[in-house]
């Protein structure tokens, strides 16, 4: 049978007596005691053994916090308690209960046991609620005993009872016994706690980072940090934020936020960007140790970022912030909706996941660097086979639809000039909601001194402009990249080594920085390729056409070195020459139809020091009124419907040498307005362009119409005019010159000869005669082409008849000869000019008589008769 050790003390009064078996009691305890290690010890100890001495219903022991002066429930007898099912039991066991109240204080100042009854003190100020608590269970008196620690307070045994006459001297006494041994049995089962835990926490380490190990993704890591959590008994969420590439904000990197993750507005949350120092993030990112935060007490301190509103909205009170860095680089940080966390254990937690996060990002970095050179690669084949902007378009809008999720805004090239920027191209679809205000500000001439134009072309990797700082500095372009949406406008230079070529301007919200640079340098690539090409197929039109120019002069050519022509008259129209080549003075050349004003023309540019550079001709009659302009100063591509290329005009293509503007006047009087600008500025636009473009020409006119009757008539412009007419030549017509065409008719048939393949070594005496007789109202070209007409039609070597045309004799006479004459003067003056052009032949072949067609006496006696002597038409 089991002792009653406490009947024994009962029933032996003596005092000596009760002293030893209350030794022998303690001594057995104390044994027992020494043989605790963990808490189920000491309850099993206050269970079969104290309980079997002493009546009392349950225990718990309670520990002191020295830092915030409180203590907390250590050892629970969750089995013998009473308040098990009490409503606040669950309150009580994770309450921490003040050091200062009367209760405790009561406690501390006593050096053995002491006991209340709960219904005295339960009610008073201060007094902790586990009191009203185990009343309200059926407790009515609890016995607190101090337990210490190298001679300070370490914690409390609450032994709690509901009879009041539970504590007698005697249990008071044994418990003032074991005190002692009871403070050392609690310290022990704490160092083993320490000692099991630390096991446990290296354990926990090594299987964690043996899982990290084999992290590759963001979602391993997730799956790897979310498990963790969990074998530490936190079912609560966490953040991963990362430092973003601005080094300015972080954003969600990795998450788990559990049932929170449910709510509507979390995904915009997450992707949003925040500042580093908003007041809270910062101070996480700047502390070697973990930090505890109370939410509410954050938003009070000023901290207005969206994701603390969202926590204190979902229930989370508190949270655990730690910095996740690799040597001293910061990567981001972890956040832990927790309230309690060893520091040790968390840092190597935060170890293993900084070393698990930075081999994913450099993982990350070496596939999107392998993506984007894959990219690059298959974009810089795509470039390959663009031979037009039209394809280069297509092929840019597709790159930037597809990796930046963005489109081009412009792209502008460096002018010939080396001071203006020229589109070259854009996407009017980026702009649809404002294109009115993209087309004026896109028809601005841009400089390379404009200061965002500047900017760009000063820096060496682009510039980033944001849109809402542009905005509120006034900058009007902003305004327009505003109505995008877009965050940011981007430009950068378009460089071939070190030579700038234009520039390009991409809106979007964020971009890559090396993807970008790949494909801005493959786009330089390309455009500068179109450029050349275009420069190229220039050339080559502008060689077309000066072939076709060679081809008519070689076809018109006689021999600019000797023209034909040695009278008086030519004579006068050499010296004239002579005196003007050398010059840049504007020529203008006079004449009837056919006297040779383009071989007077050629000849002058030939003897000019712009010989070396071919002379351009324009035949002013031939041009339709509505491409004159397009004709001699060029066109754009696009300036009107049909313009596909970019044309080069008349006066471009002269630049440094001459150009020959035939039958000047019958340009229009509009053509006449935009054509005296230019010869007055020596600059001009092309059609549809913004360029000016200088220009260093000599120009030759010719007309055969009488320029100052046209002026009165209102057909042309008296200032061109004037501009026109600074040096003018006056061709004589060919009869005028009856003393050449002798030698003109050896010319033409030795000329046509050759060209016909006939043989004519003679001209008969009367072909002379004959031609010499004739009015030649056609002048040279009339000659010539019956010249022509004549060898075709001969039968022999010797150019014998002559077809001359009848009836043009009345039809090309000066009206103003016949004007206020007598019928008699009129015949007289005729007979006379007759006479001179045959020779002073009266009768016979090529004579006056055959031309006016009368009896060779009838002549004769006319002579006579008018008084005309050989002094008359022998001059």
Known sequence: MKRNIKNELELHTPTKSILEQERKVLLDLGNDITKVREKNDLLTLFKKRIKGLFYFTHTIVTLIDHKDETYTPFLLDNDGSPIRSHTRYKEMVASRFSLNDPFIQAVLTAEEPISFLLEEIMDKPQSPPFLRVNYEAGVRVILMTRLMKEGKPMGFLHLYSDRTDSFTPEFRSVMKGIAPQLSGAVSNIIKNEELLNKDKEKSFLLDFSNDIATVRTKEELTRAVRTALRKLDQQSGFVIRRINEDKATVSAYVYDIGTAGDDKALPALLKAKYPINDGLQNRILNSAIPLLFNVEREIQRGITSAYLQYWKKVGFE????????????????????????????????????????????????????????????????????????????????????KTMHTKLAMIRVLEDDGIHLGIFMFDRSLFGKSQADFDKLASHKIKTDEPYTAQVLASKEGTLFNVEEELKNGNDYAKLWKT???????????????????????????????????????????????????????????????????????????????????GEAM???????????????????????????????????????????????????????????????????????????????????????????????????????????????????????????????????????????????????????????????????????????????????????????????????????QLRSYTWPGNVRELEHLIERSILLATDNTLSDIFIPRNTDTEKQDQAFLLNRSLEEVERGYIIETLKRCGGKISGTGSAAEVLQIPGNTLHSKIKKLGITKSDYFS
């Open 571 to 769: 004579q006068e129209v050499y010296r004239l020459m002579g005196l003007v080549a050398d010059s840049n003075t504007t020529v203008l050349v006079l004449g009837e139809t056919g006297t040779g004003k383009e071989l007077i023309a050629r000849a002058i540019h030939n003897a000019s020091p712009r010989k070396d550079n071919l002379m351009v001709k324009v035949n002013c009659a031939a041009l339709p009124a509505s491409l004159i302009e397009s004709e001699l100063f060029g066109h754009e591509r696009g300036a009107f419907t049909g313009a596909i290329d970019r044309r080069i005009g008349k006066f471009e293509m002269a630049d440094n040498s001459t150009l020959f503007l035939d039958e000047i006047g019958e340009l229009p009087l509009e053509a006449q307005a935009k054509l005296l600008r230019v010869i007055q500025e020596r600059e001009l636009e092309r059609v549809g362009g913004k360029q000016v473009i200088k220009i260093n020409v000599r120009l030759i006119a010719a007309t055969n119409r009488n320029l100052e009757e046209e002026i009165k008539a209102g057909r042309f412009r008296a200032d061109l005019y004037f501009r026109l007419n600074v040096f003018p030549i006056n061709l004589p017509p060919l009869r005028e010159r009856l003393e050449d065409i002798e030698a003109l008719t050896h010319f033409f048939v030795k000329k046509y000869s050759r060209n016909t393949g006939r043989t004519i070594r003679k001209i008969a005496p009367r072909v002379i005669q």
């Open 484 to 566: 995008t949406g877009k965050k940011n406008m981007y430009g950068l230079p378009l460089r071939m080594g070190d030579k700038i070529i234009g520039t390009i301007w991409l809106l979007a919200d964020a971009l890559g920085p090396l993807l970008l640079k790949g494909i801005c340098s493959q786009i330089t690539v390309a455009v500068a390729n179109i450029l050349i090409n275009e420069k190229l197929m220039a050339y080559k039109k502008q060689l077309e056409i000066e072939n076709d120019y060679l081809k008519e002069q070689i076809k018109t050519i006689y021999n600019f070195s000797e023209i034909i022509g040695s």
């Open 318 to 401: 508190s949270f655990v912030g730690i910095r996740l860095r690799t040597g001293e680089t910061n990567l981001g940080m972890l956040l832990l909706d927790i309230e309690d966390i060893k520091i040790e254990l968390l840092q190597g937690i935060c170890a293993q996941i900084s070393t698990a996060m930075a081999n994913i990002m450099a993982n990350e970095q070496i596939a999107q660097t392998q993506e984007e050179q894959a990219f690059l690669l298959g974009f810089s084949s795509t470039l390959t086979k663009v031979r037009t902007k039209d394809e280069l378009q297509v092929a840019i809008s597709e790159v930037l639809d």
